[in-house]
């Protein structure tokens, strides 16, 4: 058995662990009944990140999952941001993570055990950070690693955030860069420096704990994680969700380094293609925005930070606490706005 392979190449896909697309989705699960329950505070009904069952007047339940296939060769890294990934989407529903379980594919013929050991270390330092609790799991025998979470947290029934309560006049911050999957597209095909790769996985690795715990301080109105769908994606389902326009500017965007050099090489996921196609009807772009550019406000990412939309009064400050809590990549982005409902406007 191998221990000194690059799990990447073990991926057939690689790259993002990229979401199925929305659309192909939405087609399949709006044809399945609806749960018939009024605690049933948020579910499939929407595209927000986790699902919210309330327990009682002052709590409620956020639940959710995610795994994926490796994304970098470290096997602690790789459990560090499949941890760090499937948090977030508690923290972006305002929640605080309690408990999880892992969920494991592995080759046990071909890999040394050693290996899946450090993915499960990585995920277990990285819950240890969180202050949540991992309480089991369950593994099969899998020809393609895979690795993540089911994450179950807490949050009051008011103060709920979801991706639907965006409104006009509301300013967008966001808290981690983009170009994830370019990257870690990369890092599958040998292109990526060391220093790059480094930077890479401590971007999807740091938590979004630390964005959140900032965040409740102030008045917020709508909230997401970006994750496959890319930033367009995700502010797209946030404009639909909240039946308001949003305008991003393209500029103001943080993009990790050498992003738009590899774009142009064309090392970009078959995701980030995907979410460029899907948002195409409804995304209007400045006319002198090359199309790389326009690529990477849809690069597919996993471990990507909070976009979040709140009063513009409160946008400089919190911008400020997130540079003084040392989230020194978060940036206003764009605004919301009273036009050109569900659609998005990149200047």
């Known amino acids: 058995m191998k221990t000194d392979v690059k799990l990447t190449s073990l991926s057939s896909k690689g ?195 630390y964005a959140a715990e900032v965040m409740a301080s102030f008045p917020v109105h709508a909230c997401t994680d970006v994750t496959g769908f890319g930033l367009l994606g995700h502010a797209l389902e946030m404009a639909e969700g909240s039946h308001v326009g949003i305008r991003i500017r393209a500029s103001e965007v943080p993009v990790l380094p050498g992003t738009r050099e590899l774009a142009e090489q064309g090392i970009v996921p078959g995701g980030t293609k995907a979410n460029a196609e899907w948002v195409s009807n409804r995304v209007s772009y400045s006319q002198a925005m090359e199309s790389t550019d326009r690529l990477l406000l849809c690069d597919a990412t996993t471990s990507g930070g909070l976009l979040i939309s709140l009063p513009a009064a409160y946008a400089e400050p919190l911008l400020k606490a997130l540079h003084e809590r040392g989230i020194a990549c978060a940036r206003i982005i764009g605004e919301v706005r009273d036009e050109h409902h569900k659609k998005i406007e990149v200047v």
Not at 140 to 168: Q, R
């Open 15 to 209: 790259g993002c662990g990229c979401k199925i697309s929305p659309g192909f989705l939405s087609s399949i699960i709006h044809e399945l009944p609806r749960a018939d329950d009024s605690r049933l505070l948020v579910g499939v009904e929407t595209s927000d990140d986790a699902g919210v069952y309330q327990l009682t007047d002052d709590l409620a339940l956020v639940q959710t999952v995610d795994f994926f296939t490796p994304i970098v060769d470290s096997p602690y890294a790789f459990g560090q941001i499949a941890a760090a990934n499937a948090l977030s989407d508690v923290y972006a529903m305002g929640g605080t993570p309690l408990t999880a379980l892992n969920i494991v594919g592995f080759p046990i013929t071909k890999l040394e055990p050693s290996i899946l050991r450090e993915i499960l270390r990585g995920a277990y330092d990285k819950m240890q950070e969180a202050g949540a609790v991992l309480v089991g799991g369950h593994s099969i025998d899998d020809p393609e690693p895979k690795f993540g979470l089911s994450v179950t947290g807490t949050v009051h029934p008011k103060k709920i955030l979801t991706n639907k309560g965006a409104k006009p006049g509301d300013v967008l911050v966001l808290t981690k860069p983009i170009g994830i999957g370019i990257q870690t597209t990369a890092i599958k095909r040998g292109a990526l420096s060391q220093e790059k790769t480094e930077i890479v996985i401590q971007v999807m690795s740091t938590l979004n704990k």
